[in-house]
T-cell receptor, first 113, second 116 residues
Framework: KQEVTQIPAALSVPEGENLVLNCSFT??????LQWFRQDPGKGLTSLLL?????REQTSGRLNASLDKSSGRSTLYIAASQPGDSATYLC????????????FGTGTRLQVTL | GAVVSQHPSRVICKSGTSVKIECRSL??????MFWYRQFPKQSLMLMAT?????????EQGVEKDKFLINHASLTLSTLTVTSAHPEDSSFYIC????????????FGSGTRLTVV
């Protein structure tokens, strides 16, 4: 059974700092890995999608890496802003058509002024 | 990009009544949709996989008679919470595979259900 863990559970940083969120998974036989952002009381917004054959993806200030063999992914946020404050979730998708996602426990990020 | 629309965003109902939540894929067809439940400050828990034209597949521990799922078309899946009780109060979110872009999933905006 796939298990996904995110560290740290919560993080508070001053504006402007670069930060790294970590995600680890137990079964390396994944199809892809997706990073999401969730604001309080809202749905999920997809940030980055990494295929199992890829090592990283970038979008603006965000960079996600994937090391499938070691079961790890990181989300790097450059020059953090207060608007980045949210919960960040990673989710891995197993093989097979329309297979389900397994979510991590999430990292609650607060960027202070 | 692919959009999943979920309604209502909030609903308050009396104990013993039923509530229907709709999940629509607006610009793509979704053969499969997923329904999740989220408790405060916790991650998403998959409840069931909704398949167009066939019965839903429920995760272990989820009561299929309480959480009725119907996926009658390629763009609409519904979740009905039957005979709701206060312990069913939660945040419910649906998602669908977009079918393009490498197999990512798009999520609805969620429904906050409060049973009083």
């Amino acid at each position: 059974k796939q298990e996904v863990t995110q560290i740290p559970a919560a993080l508070s940083v001053p504006e402007g700092e670069n930060l790294v969120l970590n995600c680890s998974f137990t079964d390396s036989a994944i199809y892809n890995l997706q990073w999401f952002r969730q604001d309080p009381g809202k749905g999920l917004t997809s940030l980055l999608l990494i295929q199992s054959s890829q090592r990283e993806q970038t979008s603006g200030r965000l960079n996600a890496s994937l090391d499938k063999s070691s079961g790890r992914s990181t989300l790097y946020i450059a020059a953090s802003q207060p608007g980045d404050s949210a919960t960040y979730l990673c989710a891995v998708r197993g093989g097979g058509t329309a297979s389900k996602l397994t979510f991590g426990t999430g990292t609650r990020l607060q960027v202070t002024l | 990009g692919a959009v999943v629309s979920q309604h209502p965003s909030r609903v308050i109902c009396k104990s013993g009544t039923s509530v229907k939540i709709e999940c629509r894929s607006l610009d793509f067809q979704a053969t499969t949709m997923f329904w999740y439940r989220q408790f405060p400050k916790q991650s998403l828990m998959l409840m069931a996989t909704s398949n167009e034209g066939s019965k839903a597949t429920y995760e272990q521990g989820v009561e299929k008679d309480k959480f009725l799922i119907n996926h009658a078309s390629l763009t609409l899946s519904t979740l009905t919470v039957t005979s709701a009780h206060p312990e069913d109060s939660s945040f419910y979110i649906c998602s669908a595979a977009t079918g393009t872009g490498g197999g990512g999933y798009t999520f609805g905006s969620g429904t906050r259900l409060t049973v009083v």
